[in-house]
C-alpha cells in the first residue's frame, strides 16, 4: 500500500489522557502537514514538518500540542492532557520536497474522540 | 475570521446536468486555489488548481473559474454522475507552493439518478 497511512482510525481518550497520532507518508515524500477538522468546518493547519525538523508550525496551539517527523520512523502528533474542544479528526498529508500541496496525498484521518 | 467562504452548505442537481460549486475569499494575498472533494470516512482528494495568473484551468469534466476582482471561484462538474456526490472543500494559498492552504467548510453535493 503506497498511500499515506495513519493510526490509528478512531481513538477515544478521556478529559486529562495523551492522544498519540501516526502518520507514515507516501514512499518517497520528505514532507508531512497536519489539518485538523473541527466538526462542520474545513480544515484547519497545524503544522508543516520535514525530516527531523519542523518547518511552519503556525496553526499549532500554543499549549499541549506538539509534532515531530524523526529520521526513522512515522510523524507524530502528540496532544497532552485532551480536553472536549481536541475532538476533531486529524489529516495527514505528504509531499515529495519542494512541491507543497498541489502534489500531496492525505491520509483518511484520525477521528479523535474525547470523554 | 473566515478568509475562505462557502456559502452553500449543500447542493444538489440531476445526474447529467451542471454542478456549479461557489467560493469567495478576502484576503487578497491569495494566489493559488485549489478544490478537493472528500468521501465520508475518508482523506480529502486532490481534484484540480488554479493559479491567480489564469482565469480558467480545466480538466475533464471539471473546470475551475477565478474572477480575481470579485474574489470568487467556482467548480463546474459537467456532466454531473453520481460519483461525484461529495462533499467538495475550496482552499486557497499565499504562495505558489501551497504549503499552508486555508480551507473553506464545504459544500455537500448530491447528484440524483
Known amino acids: 500500500n503506497a498511500g499515506v497511512m495513519q493510526n490509528p482510525r478512531h481513538l477515544v481518550r478521556r478529559r486529562g489522557q495523551e492522544a498519540r497520532l501516526r502518520c507514515s507518508p507516501m514512499?518517497?515524500?520528505?514532507?508531512v502537514y497536519w489539518y485538523r477538522q473541527l466538526p462542520e468546518e474545513g480544515l484547519k493547519f497545524m503544522v508543516y514538518?520535514?525530516?527531523?525538523?519542523?518547518?511552519?508550525e503556525s496553526g499549532m496551539p500554543k499549549e499541549r500540542f506538539s509534532a515531530e517527523f524523526p529520521k526513522e520512523g512515522p510523524s507524530i502528533l502528540r496532544i497532552q492532557q485532551v480536553v472536549r474542544g481536541d475532538s476533531a479528526a486529524y489529516f495527514c498529508?505528504?509531499?515529495?520536497?519542494?512541491?507543497?500541496?498541489?502534489?500531496?496525498?492525505f491520509g483518511q484521518g484520525t477521528r479523535l474522540t474525547v470523554v | 475570521d473566515q478568509q475562505v467562504k462557502q456559502n452553500s452548505p449543500s447542493l444538489s442537481v440531476q445526474e447529467g446536468r451542471i454542478s456549479i460549486l461557489n467560493c469567495d475569499y478576502t484576503?487578497?494575498?491569495?494566489?493559488?486555489f485549489l478544490w478537493y472533494k472528500k468521501y465520508p470516512a475518508e482523506g480529502p482528494t486532490f481534484l484540480i488548481s488554479?493559479?491567480?495568473?489564469?482565469d480558467k484551468n480545466e480538466d475533464g469534466r471539471f473546470t475551475v473559474f477565478l474572477n480575481k476582482s470579485a474574489k470568487h471561484l467556482s467548480l463546474h462538474i459537467v456532466p454531473s454522475q453520481p460519483g461525484d456526490s461529495a462533499v467538495y472543500f475550496c482552499?486557497?494559498?499565499?504562495?505558489?507552493?501551497?504549503?499552508?492552504?486555508?480551507f473553506g467548510s464545504g459544500t455537500q453535493l448530491t447528484v440524483l439518478p
Open positions: 514538518l520535514q525530516k527531523e525538523n519542523i518547518i511552519d
Open positions: 484576503n487578497s494575498m491569495f494566489d493559488y
Open positions: 498529508a505528504s509531499s515529495p520536497q519542494g512541491r507543497g500541496m498541489s502534489e500531496a496525498f
Open positions: 514512499k518517497g515524500h520528505s514532507h
Open positions: 482552499a486557497a494559498s499565499i504562495s505558489g507552493s501551497a504549503r499552508q492552504l486555508t
Open positions: 488554479i493559479s491567480s495568473i489564469k
